[in-house]
């Protein structure tokens, strides 16, 4: 399978991250059900998704 190289929700822009606690940092642990765990799916077992204001600036602009 393919390495997932970010997600967009609700328009804004989120990318996987390492982390030592992924759950505990992953910036999408209030939206879980709602985007159906994509980190056991998607991501290694030491990511979690950040949130990336800069990738989302970009996005709103165009």
């Given at each position: ?39 056991s ?22």
């Amino acid at each position: 399978m393919e390495k997932l190289n970010g997600i967009i929700l609700n328009g804004k822009v989120y990318m996987p991250e390492e982390s030592e606690k992924p759950c505990e940092n992953c910036d999408l642990k209030t939206d879980c059900l709602l985007v159906g765990r994509a980190c056991s799916v998607f991501l290694n077992e030491n990511e979690s998704f950040r949130y990336s204001q800069s990738l989302t600036d970009k996005l709103n602009k165009q």
